[in-house]
């Protein structure tokens, strides 16, 4: 599981590898406003995301050559049909051959390994794109190809392309960054190497098309491909919509928190529809490698069934890498048929955990599969 990178701030990211394209992050800040490096953190964590369906440098934009042929083929390639995404405020027209994701924001060709994923990160532009080089990205294991200014909804912005190795294949990527001092939009098209024919210009012309939704209508409930009831203490966080197909409560559906040990839980379903063998081992594994966390001991662990989906759940000691806050984790992992997984995780301080460790469990109970 990816590391973000470390500040003045309390980072935590639940639900995020690089195989698994989720993405949720909670920032406890107790000195002082969220840091430039937080902001920046998100934004490489999310362009590091691989989209296997199992999230300065040259100026010059590397394209396919243009001929005759090509034009007259990304012509009839091009997208008819305009999708609007509520949850980030944003409208991108649907390319061709391509489908409306369930598990994320965006656009899926699953045959393809290929896709268009959109996000909304709560901060500055300026702070997000800070550290868009060359270095910064390859401590990520990212190489910086090109990197341009433009601007999208007369709005400042960056067109990066990069690529990125993952389980045996070499991946691009076209990643649209703008905004402005509040909140940061991030779209990124993600396809392998060897068919950058195909895709590279027509999902760049996508990708530059975006535009800002002109609807004032809140995202439903429904959009998430889950339904979770929540329960006395713990209150839905309206912003984790932006991040993902993610649903994430604490005390006040605030973020960031307060304090490094006021309670969290998050609900979060794997992009990928591919089978785990030892569902055991690769549950507390996951536990195990929650970042900036130090699992002390597991206390607990239980098979499971929740909405006739199978699992495990685990109760383990933790401990806050940077405040040193002793901790309780509560995990449910659960194993759809089809493939993937989902997990349920609560986390709060060791002195709180009497009072939250049956809140998260009663919780956890009421999750529905909502197929989309």
Known sequence: MSQLIRSNVYIRSFGFDRSHRQIVYWV???????????????????????GTHISSMAETVISPTGNQFQSRWLQAQQPKTLVTFPEVGLVLPQPSGFTKATAFHGFEQTETNSSIVLTKIPGPFSAVTKGFNKDTLATRGISLISKESIKIDNQPGLLVQISQS????????????????????????????????????????????????????????????????????????????????????????????TNPTDPLFIVTPSVAIVPVVDRKSFATRRLSNYPQTDITRVTSTKKISIDNLSGWEIVANGRDRQSKSALKLYQVMLFPERGGYVVLIGI?????????????KKMALTYRNSPQ
């Open 28 to 50: 406890n800040n107790s000195f002082a406003p969220i840091s430039m490096k937080y902001q920046l953190a998100i934004a490489i964590a999310l362009v590091s995301l691989i």
């Open 166 to 257: 993952a389980y045996g294949e070499k991946f691009l990527k076209w990643v649209l960054v703008f905004g402005d001092e509040q909140n940061t939009s991030l779209v990124t098209a993600t396809f392998l190497d060897k068919n950058t024919a195909k895709f590279s210009e027509p999902l760049k012309q996508a990708l530059l098309a975006v535009t800002a939704s002109s609807s004032s209508t809140p995202p439903a409930a429904s959009s998430l491909p889950f339904s979770i009831t929540e329960v006395a203490g713990l209150t839905p966080v309206a912003a984790a919509t932006g991040l993902g197909k993610v649903a994430a409560f604490t005390k006040d559906g605030n973020l960031p928190l």
């Open 348 to 360: 709060v301080g060791d002195k709180q955990a009497e009072t939250y460790l049956p809140k998260f």
